[in-house]
């Protein structure tokens, strides 16, 4: 069995084979540019095989999995777009693998089952994992016993939009006070600029916020322990409704590893109030970017035939 993996994200896709030893091959990733379609189409035809079972895609959302249309917030060109049927037609151009299996869905999703597949706690027995990407928004996803709980339209793991605060500042989903206001590399940068961080770089990102939170750069530091503060509200949240084993946070936030794990550590251990909520581990993605590839291949490479793997 040999999947096909694709990558939607809000500035490059990337694409790989994926085996369900978990090898992964003919990895290629590009910008999107300025016409998404056609990017696509090349990674696809330059990686699919004759003889492969399924196609699983990852996308930034929101998603419809039903209609098989993705409407990612940072490529504006595609509101409900059928990225499905597209794919499937791209496939029809190809020689051998028409007629595969293509499944569906949100980006979160797919880490945290790419996660619990690949990053090895699954194998290690963690039964309920919560994976969260903290980026330009905030995602996730839920595995409940070795299987994504997607939900019915698919969208399953918003845990960007849990208000953390309900006289919070409003959120562009019409809701208030939602995680993604607080915790996004964004809103983080936003909240410092006008809490007194004078950034070094020319263009202020989460990237120099870290640095300078790093080097105790007292406004940087602020900011992530809000972001720690309303990530642990919002972890605590979905662990008391779903009694989590593991949460594994990725994304370009998350890159900042101590800086953020450390005080989230700290907020989730002091807030935290029932003795199942006080076991939960939380870690950084040990996969990186391809966690989204290996759990969009695992939407479509069964279960039973995927080998168990006990990270590193
Ligand atoms: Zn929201």
Redesign the pocket.
Known sequence: MTALAIDIGGTKFAVALVHPDGTMTRRAELPVGPDPVATLASLVRDTAVADLTGVGIGSAGPIDSVAGTVSPVNIPSWRDFPLVDTVRELLAGLPGPRGVPVALAGDGQCMALGEWWRGGHGGSGSRVMLGIVVSTGVGGGLVLDGVPYLGPTGNAGHI??ISVDPRGEP?????VG?L??VASGPSMVRWALANGWTCPAAHPDAKALAADAARGVLPAQRAFQRTADALASAILTTAALFDVDDVVIGGGVAAAGETLLAPLRQAVAKQAGLGFLRRLTVERTSLERDAGLYGAAALVLPSEERTPHRGT
């Open positions: 960007g939009h959120c562009p989903c019409g809701a939602c993604e206001t």
